[in-house]
């Protein structure tokens, strides 16, 4: 595996927002380290690809899939030596790599996919698709989020991850993420 999708060793539990475009995980990782009063690591995609379009009018390609691999993984090693017992993360590796295999035909580099496989993470909130879709410069899909949806969780339940469904109001997924956490890092 390439070290720059490796984990460094951190002294903090990580959980991952995971799931479709639009469906409220950046809402979530950033109100739960409020709450937590720690870190959360935001989507470095996002940004990445914002640049490129605003520069290019470009949407994602094959090469840019390993350059948004490392500087996601560097964001997180960054952020989890900060984190306060536990650390949000907008989003992962695992995440890239379905969102990868949707658009190129199952296909995914192998450096993520090893990377994906090799770093560890304790608990996945999977976020529904029943909120509103907002669109944006780099959001492409409204018309398939189930499906995407069940990209994801097939993702989770066929590796036998972790993970917690999170669906509902914005205060409902809020409360039901804070009470998860809270078990989980003994509170």
């Not at 979530?28 to 989507?43: D, I, S």
């Not at 650390?87 to 994906?116: H, M």
Request: charged share 30%; net charge negative.
């Amino acid at each position: 595996m390439e070290e720059t999708l490796r984990q460094a060793p951190a002294n903090c539990l990580k959980i991952v927002f995971f799931g479709p475009e639009s469906t409220g995980k950046t809402t979530l990782a950033t109100e739960l380290a409020r709450y937590f009063n720690t870190e959360w690591v935001p989507e470095f995609m996002r940004d990445y690809l914002q640049e490129k379009w605003d520069e290019k009018g470009e949407k994602i390609g094959w090469e840019d899939l390993i350059p948004i691999a490392r500087g996601q993984i560097a964001s997180e090693n960054n952020k989890a030596q900060k984190a306060n017992k536990v650390l949000f993360c907008d989003t992962d590796l695992r995440e890239l790599q379905v969102y990868s295999e949707y658009y190129n035909n199952g296909k995914c580099p192998s450096e993520i996919r090893k990377a994906v496989e090799a770093n560890h993470y304790d608990l996945y909130f999977l976020t529904f698709v029943d909120t509103p879709w907002v669109a944006d410069d780099l959001r492409d899909n409204p018309e398939d989020r189930l499906g995407i949806f069940r990209n994801f969780e097939n993702e989770l339940k066929s590796k036998g991850l972790p993970y917690h469904l999170l669906r509902g109001s914005k205060e409902e997924r809020i409360k039901s993420a804070i009470e998860l956490t809270e078990k989980l890092v003994g509170r």
